[in-house]
Protein backbone atom coordinates (compact mmCIF):
# COMPACT_ATOMS: atom_id res chain seq x y z
CA UNK A 1 0.00 0.00 0.00
CA UNK A 2 1.57 3.07 -1.47
CA UNK A 3 0.01 7.05 0.03
CA UNK A 4 0.92 9.98 -2.10
CA UNK A 5 0.17 13.33 -0.94
CA UNK A 6 0.37 16.43 -3.38
CA UNK A 7 0.81 19.88 -2.07
CA UNK A 8 1.88 23.48 -3.35
CA UNK A 9 -1.17 23.89 -6.25
CA UNK A 10 -2.98 27.21 -6.29
CA UNK A 11 -3.51 30.42 -8.66
CA UNK A 12 0.09 31.75 -10.45
CA UNK A 13 0.11 34.90 -12.52
CA UNK A 14 1.34 33.98 -16.23
CA UNK A 15 5.36 33.94 -16.44
CA UNK A 16 5.47 33.10 -12.84
CA UNK A 17 6.49 29.60 -11.05
CA UNK A 18 5.33 27.43 -8.65
CA UNK A 19 6.52 24.36 -6.98
CA UNK A 20 4.73 21.49 -6.23
CA UNK A 21 5.25 18.40 -3.47
CA UNK A 22 4.47 14.71 -3.16
CA UNK A 23 4.99 12.89 0.15
CA UNK A 24 4.74 9.12 -0.35
CA UNK A 25 3.63 6.67 2.40
CA UNK A 26 3.14 3.09 3.50
CA UNK A 27 4.87 0.23 1.58
CA UNK A 28 7.51 1.79 -0.53
CA UNK A 29 9.65 -1.36 -1.29
CA UNK A 30 10.40 -1.35 -4.75
CA UNK A 31 9.38 1.69 -5.57
CA UNK A 32 11.65 3.09 -8.31
CA UNK A 33 10.26 5.68 -10.30
CA UNK A 34 7.99 8.86 -9.68
CA UNK A 35 6.01 11.44 -11.87
CA UNK A 36 3.60 14.05 -12.01
CA UNK A 37 0.96 14.00 -14.53
CA UNK A 38 -1.26 16.53 -15.22
CA UNK A 39 -5.06 16.25 -17.18
CA UNK A 40 -7.15 19.60 -18.33
CA UNK A 41 -10.68 19.33 -19.04
CA UNK A 42 -11.25 17.80 -22.37
CA UNK A 43 -7.81 16.12 -22.36
CA UNK A 44 -5.86 13.16 -21.39
CA UNK A 45 -4.15 12.68 -18.73
CA UNK A 46 -0.29 13.24 -19.79
CA UNK A 47 3.57 12.61 -18.06
CA UNK A 48 4.73 15.96 -16.86
CA UNK A 49 8.26 14.79 -15.45
CA UNK A 50 9.14 11.74 -13.97
CA UNK A 51 12.55 10.97 -11.65
CA UNK A 52 14.05 7.53 -10.42
CA UNK A 53 15.42 6.86 -7.10
CA UNK A 54 18.54 7.42 -8.79
CA UNK A 55 18.08 11.01 -10.16
CA UNK A 56 17.76 10.23 -13.79
CA UNK A 57 14.78 12.58 -15.10
CA UNK A 58 12.41 12.66 -17.92
CA UNK A 59 10.08 15.78 -19.02
CA UNK A 60 7.39 16.48 -21.45
CA UNK A 61 8.51 18.39 -24.45
CA UNK A 62 5.78 20.92 -23.35
CA UNK A 63 7.87 21.70 -20.01
CA UNK A 64 11.04 20.95 -20.96
CA UNK A 65 13.43 23.71 -20.61
CA UNK A 66 11.53 25.15 -17.85
CA UNK A 67 10.56 22.61 -15.37
CA UNK A 68 12.29 20.38 -13.12
CA UNK A 69 11.69 17.26 -11.05
CA UNK A 70 13.86 16.08 -8.39
CA UNK A 71 12.84 14.13 -5.00
CA UNK A 72 14.69 13.30 -1.33
CA UNK A 73 14.68 9.69 -0.65
CA UNK A 74 15.43 10.72 3.36
CA UNK A 75 12.11 12.31 3.27
CA UNK A 76 10.45 10.76 0.49
CA UNK A 77 9.29 13.37 -1.26
CA UNK A 78 9.25 14.33 -5.13
CA UNK A 79 9.15 18.11 -5.97
CA UNK A 80 8.01 19.67 -9.43
CA UNK A 81 9.33 23.27 -10.02
CA UNK A 82 7.75 24.73 -13.08
CA UNK A 83 8.76 28.54 -14.15
CA UNK A 84 7.37 30.74 -17.03
CA UNK A 85 3.92 29.31 -16.38
CA UNK A 86 1.34 29.80 -19.20
CA UNK A 87 -3.04 29.05 -19.14
CA UNK A 88 -2.37 25.52 -21.13
CA UNK A 89 -0.29 24.82 -17.82
CA UNK A 90 -4.04 24.92 -16.03
CA UNK A 91 -4.52 21.40 -15.26
CA UNK A 92 -4.83 19.15 -12.28
CA UNK A 93 -1.72 17.53 -11.20
CA UNK A 94 -1.61 13.90 -10.13
CA UNK A 95 1.45 12.45 -8.49
CA UNK A 96 2.26 8.73 -9.22
CA UNK A 97 4.60 6.19 -8.31
CA UNK A 98 5.26 2.24 -9.84
CA UNK A 99 7.62 0.09 -8.35
CA UNK A 100 10.26 -1.72 -10.58
CA UNK A 101 12.02 -5.42 -9.98
CA UNK A 102 14.80 -7.16 -11.22
CA UNK A 103 14.49 -10.33 -13.99
CA UNK A 104 17.71 -12.16 -14.80
CA UNK A 105 20.08 -8.75 -15.27
CA UNK A 106 16.76 -6.50 -16.95
CA UNK A 107 14.82 -4.03 -14.91
CA UNK A 108 11.43 -4.20 -15.13
CA UNK A 109 9.01 -1.40 -14.44
CA UNK A 110 5.52 -1.95 -13.33
CA UNK A 111 2.74 0.58 -14.48
CA UNK A 112 2.16 3.78 -12.63
CA UNK A 113 -0.27 1.97 -10.14
CA UNK A 114 -0.27 4.24 -7.53
CA UNK A 115 -1.77 7.56 -7.66
CA UNK A 116 -2.65 10.80 -5.39
CA UNK A 117 -5.98 13.25 -5.13
CA UNK A 118 -4.55 15.62 -7.60
CA UNK A 119 -3.28 19.32 -6.63
CA UNK A 120 -5.29 21.92 -8.86
CA UNK A 121 -2.96 24.53 -10.64
CA UNK A 122 -4.54 27.68 -11.93
CA UNK A 123 -2.55 29.64 -14.58
CA UNK A 124 -4.43 33.32 -14.56
CA UNK A 125 -4.35 37.36 -14.43
Known amino acids: QVQLVESGGGLVQPGGSLSLSCAAS????????MGWYRQAPGKERELVASITTGGTANYADSVKGRSAISRDNAKNTVYLQMNSLTPEDTATYYCAARRSKFSGCTLLHGPYGYWGQGTQVTVSS
Open 26 to 33: GNLFSIDT
